[in-house]
Nanobody, 122 residues
Framework: QVQLVESGGGLVQAGGSLRLSCAAS????????MGWFRQAPGKEREFVSR????????YYADSVKGRFTISRDNAKNLVYLQMNSLKPEDTAVYYC???????????????WGQGTQVTVSS
């Protein structure tokens, strides 16, 4: 019922910033936990961040704490990931996902976007 489309990726120098957006269609996602994941070449997909249904609670992987900020606008069916102080190791395809359940584990996410490429140069 839900389709997710990421945008905002691109090429940026180390220390720069990008803001990723995730747009939902087909249904509202206000009842869903929303998360961001990423997958670097040759590596497994990993958790980046997630946000509660109301936006009151956020969680981050240790690798991005203090640099990334997740937010949501339920009225617009949008989720954002503000990425600051980017590092080359942040280079990956970033995926938006929605979970109807707890959304703690990757397998609990029911809907996934196609991904958007983020490349951070040295």
């Amino acid at each position: 019922q839900v389709q997710l489309v990421e945008s905002g990726g691109g090429l940026v120098q180390a220390g720069g910033s990008l803001r990723l957006s995730c747009a939902a269609s087909g249904s509202t996602v206000s009842s869903s936990i929303m998360g961001w994941f990423r997958q670097a070449p040759g590596k497994e997909r990993e958790f980046v961040s997630r946000i509660s249904r109301t936006g009151g609670r956020t969680y981050y992987a240790d690798s991005v704490k203090g640099r990334f900020t997740i937010s949501r606008d339920n009225a617009k069916n949008l989720v954002y990931l503000q990425m600051n102080s980017l590092k080359p190791e942040d280079t990956a395809v970033y995926y938006c996902a929605a979970a109807l359940g707890p959304g703690v584990l990757e397998k609990e996410y029911n809907y996934w976007g196609q991904g958007t490429q983020v490349t951070v140069s040295s």
